[in-house]
């Protein structure tokens, strides 16, 4: 299926999609949308695997996206609830109210 | 068409709502439009991942992102009531920051990439290597272990979540 793509298509696509959620964590205070550039980030190196392991036609990037994927579920179900706990407490998930540890 | 081959056509469109989506997660102000936006940038990549014949990971990328791990982000962010009222914005003065830092971190990445050899991805271009059976083969030979770390790393989220997420810890 694939026809007249070059490996630099996919690495600037990824290298964009990985600035957008460089960005993004810069340019928001809210934790939420934080998490989801962060997600963002990871599929753009998910992304560039993914075509690595096409290009040199090996499994073995592919599955790298599997330990990737785990990895992120576990961080976004252990971060919100961590969120979850903190807007309880604070009423509040701005990165700014939440620069200070001590309530 | 226009001189360029059909994969060339599905790759221009798909990168380009890609990043059209992804500039609206960050961009857009409610939160529950942000998490849409993401869902519709998942299946963006997903249709990526068909390109480039790794059929079984879109599935897996489906399924596993815009089925769970953005569920998760709506009910916490509807839990939460989060509404573009309650939204927290940063100074313009951040705001323009942070954008000429992604654009400087933007510019030394694509000058970089920019020299690379170009290879064209046909003539390597296999269509077995995505399929359930070699993926299989590859993460149940050579990754076993890895394979195993990982459900003790997702049970040690499981049970983190529920210590941190419950009401009171005696």
Known sequence: MINGISINMYLMLSTVIFIIGAIGVMARRNTIIIFMCIE????????LLVAFSTLHNDGS??????????????????????????YRNVKSIDTDILGNLKN | MLGYTITQWVFGILSFLAIMFALMVVFSRNPVNSVLYLVL?????????LVLNAQFLAVVHIAVYAGAIMVLFLFVIMLMNLNQDTEPQK????????????????LVLVGVLKGTEQIQLSQYGHSEIGLVKNLGNVLFKE?????????VLLLAALV???MIGKKEIK
Do not use: D, R, W
């Open chain 2, 160 to 162: 983190g979540a529920i």
């Open chain 2, 143 to 151: 990754f076993l272990f890895p394979f195993e770390i990982v459900s």
């Open chain 1, 40 to 47: 963002l980030m990871l599929n753009a190196v998910n992304l």
């Open chain 1, 61 to 86: 990037g592919q599955v790298f996206v599997f330990f990737v994927m785990a990895v992120a579920a576990a961080e976004v179900a252990v971060g919100l609830a961590i969120l979850s706990m903190i």
């Open chain 2, 41 to 49: 940038t998942f299946f963006c990549i997903a249709g990526h991942y």
């Open chain 2, 91 to 106: 100074t313009t003065i951040s705001k323009i920051i942070a954008g000429v830092i992604g654009g400087m971190l933007l």
